[in-house]
């Protein structure tokens, strides 16, 4: 039986289109709660320049929320520890990096490029696809989208913090929060990372009280690293979904790479 190449390459497009409506739908959600990051920010006693330099270089949602949550708490005496909690939310980039190598291919140039745009939402829509066509044109998209989109709302909301003032009475000081539970919440699939998450919560809220702003996100943070190193209550038939870790058919293996 006779492929036709024709429907080969109409699907093959069907798929990168698909993957564009997904990175932008995805792009248009995670830009809008810039709007109380730059609020916060500005709250927490940065100008409005400090926070757009900052989405603009930094540009990772989670590590951005940390560093100023931490400086709002504690002042510029913890400073040391916000920097401390923002390297440690942003280390997982450094895994997608890894991950996404295949993807994005060869090349100073392109590989520089794309590790601004490696970030969670990113790589989530580009492993999704099933092509490697489509897994490019989804990180890409969304990469770039959410980098325009993000830089825009953060220079909104510190423009709105300066003129409505504290985000606490319109609610979005919950806006980090709830990014935090939507990115960790599809990964409470098995025991372990679910034990991690609530040992975590637990050693967070018990040493907040008596420690400086930053040190119980990092003390947490440790414990879930070494349960992960150790792969404590883990188990060998806990494998990862096809979906969520595999190469699609098109794409070879690298050498030495994931």
Do not use: K
Request: charged share 15%.
């Amino acid at each position: 039986m006779t492929l036709d190449p024709h429907f080969d390459a109409a699907h093959s497009a069907g798929e990168a289109r698909r993957a564009a409506r997904e990175g932008l739908g995805v792009a248009l959600a995670t830009s809008a709660y810039g709007i109380s990051f730059g609020a916060l920010a500005v709250a927490s006693g940065l100008d409005v320049w400090q926070t757009c330099v900052m989405s603009l270089l930094m540009f990772t949602g989670g590590s951005q929320f940390a560093f100023v949550g931490v400086v709002g708490a504690g002042g510029l005496a913890a400073a040391p520890a916000a920097i401390a909690s923002a390297a440690l939310l942003g280390v997982r980039n450094v895994a997608y990096g890894m991950r996404m190598s295949p993807v994005i291919g060869r090349g100073f140039w392109r590989r520089a490029a794309a590790a601004q745009f490696t970030i969670d939402e990113s790589t989530a829509v580009s492993l999704a696809q099933q092509t490697r066509h489509a897994r490019t044109v989804g990180f890409w998209v969304t990469g770039i989208g959410i980098y325009v989109g993000w830089n825009l709302s953060t220079l909104a909301g510190a423009l709105l913090g300066d003129v409505l003032g504290d985000p606490r009475a319109y609610g979005l000081d919950a806006a980090a929060a709830a990014a935090f539970l939507a990115l960790l919440w599809p990964r409470l699939r098995r025991r372990q990372p679910i034990v991690v998450g609530i040992a975590a919560a637990v050693i967070a809220t018990l040493l907040t009280p008596v420690l400086m702003p930053g040190l119980p996100v990092i003390i947490a943070a440790t414990v879930a690293v070494v349960v992960g190193w150790l792969n404590w209550l883990g188990s060998d038939d806990e494998a990862p979904a096809r979906s969520d870790w595999d190469e699609p058919d098109d794409v070879a293996e690298r050498e030495g790479l994931p």
